[in-house]
C-alpha cells in the first residue's frame, strides 16, 4: 500500500475487455463491409447508362442489426473500460507514484468534461504508463507518451470527428450523391475506430502487464530488505 492506495490486480478486467473490444471490432467490420456494399448500390443508380440496383434487403438487415448491436456492446465496453481506468491509476498510486496529477476518479470524469476530454484523458493514460514502466527503485509518472498511446489517442480524436461528420452528412444526405459521400465518411470513420480498437486493446495489456511486473519487483523488494532488517535468533550453546 502506498499513499493510502491498495494495488489490486485488473487481470478479470483485461480480459473482459479484451473480448468486448473483440466482439466490437467484428461488428466494426460487419457495418463496414455493408456500407460498402451500399457505396455499390449507389453508384449504380447514379450511372444513367445502367439499369437502377434495389437495395439489398439482407444488407440493411444486416447493418441495421451490427448498428444496434455495436451500440449497446459500445455503452457497456465504455462502463468497463473506465472501471479499467480508474483502477489502473489507483494502481499507479499504490505501486509509489507520487507525481500523479490525475486521481482514480477523474480518470473516468474528465471523458465527460468539453474540450478538456481532449487532453485530459491522454495525459491520464500517459502517466500511469510511465509510472507501470518505472523502475522499482524510484517509480514515477513523469516522461514522454510512448507511440502506441499517442497513436491510440490519435485515431480516438480523429474517429470522433469523422463519426460527427458522417452523422451530419448522413442526416442531411437527400440526393444519391450525398448518400455516397455521407458513406464514404463512414467507411472512413469505420476504419478509424478499428485502428483505435486494435491499438487501445494494446495499450491495455502493456499497462496490465507492466503493472503486475511493477508490483512483483516490489513485493520481492520489500520481501529481501524485511529479511535482511529481521536478525537471525543466537542460539545458545551449553558449554556441558
Known amino acids: 500500500m502506498a499513499n493510502g492506495y491498495q494495488y489490486q490486480s485488473a487481470k478479470a478486467l483485461v480480459i473482459t475487455l479484451t473480448i468486448l473490444f473483440g466482439i466490437l471490432l467484428v461488428l466494426s467490420v460487419a457495418l463496414g463491409a455493408c456500407l460498402l456494399a451500399n457505396c455499390v448500390t449507389l453508384q449504380k443508380n447514379m450511372n444513367p447508362a445502367g439499369d437502377p440496383a434495389m437495395p439489398d434487403a439482407a444488407v440493411a438487415l444486416t447493418q441495421l442489426g451490427a448498428g444496434v448491436l455495436w451500440f449497446l456492446f459500445y455503452l457497456i465496453t465504455g462502463i468497463v473500460f473506465l472501471v479499467w481506468i480508474s483502477r489502473a491509476n489507483a494502481n499507479a498510486h499504490a505501486l509509489g507514484a507520487n507525481d500523479m496529477s490525475i486521481t482514480p476518479g477523474w480518470s473516468a ?10 487532453v485530459k484523458p491522454f495525459i491520464n493514460v500517459r502517466e500511469i504508463w510511465n509510472a507501470s514502466d518505472s523502475d522499482p527503485r524510484d517509480v514515477s509518472a513523469s516522461g514522454s507518451a510512448p507511440l502506441i498511446v499517442t497513436a491510440w489517442w490519435c485515431l480516438w480524436i480523429l474517429a470522433n470527428l469523422c463519426g460527427q461528420a458522417s452523422g451530419r452528412a448522413t442526416w442531411n ?25 486494435i491499438l487501445v486493446v ?8 507492466r503493472q503486475e511486473r511493477l508490483f512483483e519487483g516490489l513485493r520481492k523488494a520489500r520481501k529481501k530488505q524485511a529479511a535482511v ?4 535468533p543466537q542460539t545458545y550453546q551449553s558449554p556441558w
Do not use: K, M, R
Open 109 to 118: 470524469g474528465w471523458f465527460f468534461v468539453p474540450f478538456a476530454n481532449l
Open 229 to 232: 532488517a529481521t536478525p537471525e
Open 173 to 197: 444526405a437527400i440526393t444519391p450523391e450525398q448518400h455516397l459521400f455521407a458513406n464514404y465518411l463512414n467507411i472512413a470513420d469505420d476504419i478509424l475506430s478499428v485502428g483505435a480498437l
Open 202 to 209: 494494446g495499450v491495455i495489456h502493456g499497462i496490465h502487464e
